[in-house]
């Protein structure tokens, strides 16, 4: 393994263990749950749930069929939750790839090193990657084990795609914090932007659907092609995914481009 990617996942350790301990214990709570949702469907039911604003709905996802498995797994797991605690993690190791090392001044005793500055980008991106396919890795185990054990009934191919957006739609958001970060070398603008995009871009791929006026942004949105093709419905959206990993690329080339032709710490 390359020098500095060992070095970047060394420095992400303790990170990553939190985020893994934490999301994987966030998982459990909300699937300890789904017992008490079929034990009393009409106090979960549609016309329960009915009594929700129509926005609080959509934000939620609809909260369709929500005493269902793959109802509640959709709506708690990876609709919401999931995915944004994901893109903060990635966010964070995104910025502590470039932004917070230049910040504190160590990123220059890097660049002097004899490491070519786009191979540091690179490498740095493999990290974030490497990282955060451990991090989902682990707590799709751990969805798939604690799902069966409390009969969710929802296939692991279904969840296996789920988890499989996550963690594209993650790591477009934490090379996108690499690339604000690459290009600024400020690590409170590059979550700004991050948040602004992620909350942005949810609220419109959930509330779009049903505003004409915001309709067209959903195009736009990494969320859109997340969420729309409902993995755990029905199956891997091949093209959606594509779309996100392309859109990766194109981040990544651009962190690359923009720090090598920047000088750091300036």
């Known amino acids: 393994m390359p020098v500095l ?12 263990a939190g985020w893994t301990v934490g999301i994987t214990a966030f998982f459990a709570l909300y699937l300890s749950f789904y ?36 109802g509640y797994l959709h709506s708690l797991v990876y609709q919401l939750f999931g995915p944004m605690l994901f893109v903060v993690c990635a966010a964070i190791l995104g ?25 540091l980008v690179f490498e740095r991106f493999a990290a974030l990657a490497l990282g955060l396919l451990g991090l989902a890795v682990v707590t799709f185990l751990a969805v798939w084990v604690l799902s069966s054990a409390v009969d969710m009934n929802v296939a692991f191919d279904r969840i296996l795609a789920g988890h499989t957006g996550i963690l594209l ?18 690590r409170g ?35 859109h092609y997340y969420l729309d093709g409902r993995p755990l ?11 996100l990993a392309g859109a990766t690329v194109v981040l990544l080339v651009t962190a690359i481009l923009a ?8």
């Not at 106090?43 to 009594?51: C, E, M, Q, T, V």
């Open 5 to 16: 990617v060992s070095k970047s996942l060394r420095d992400y350790r303790r990170s990553l």
């Open 35 to 70: 017992p008490s949702i079929t034990k009393d469907p009409e106090l979960y039911g549609r016309a329960a749930l009915a009594k929700f604003p129509g926005a609080m709905r959509d934000l939620m996802g609809g909260l369709e069929d929500f005493t269902s498995g793959i």
């Open 95 to 119: 910025n502590r790839a470039l932004a917070q090392p230049e910040e504190s001044g160590t990123l220059e005793l890097t660049v002097t090193l004899p490491v070519d500055r786009r191979r």
């Open 169 to 186: 739609l993650s790591l477009l958001f934490g090379t996108l914090a690499l690339a604000v970060g690459a290009a600024t070398g400020r």
């Open 189 to 223: 603008i590059a979550m700004a932007v991050v948040g602004v995009v992620a909350v942005g871009g949810y609220v419109v791929e959930s509330m779009g659907k049903n505003v004409d006026a915001i309709a067209w942004l959903r195009w736009i949105s990494p969320f």
């Open 233 to 243: 419905y029905q199956g891997f959206p091949t093209g959606d995914y594509l779309v």
């Open 259 to 266: 720090f090598d032709r920047r000088d750091v710490g300036v």
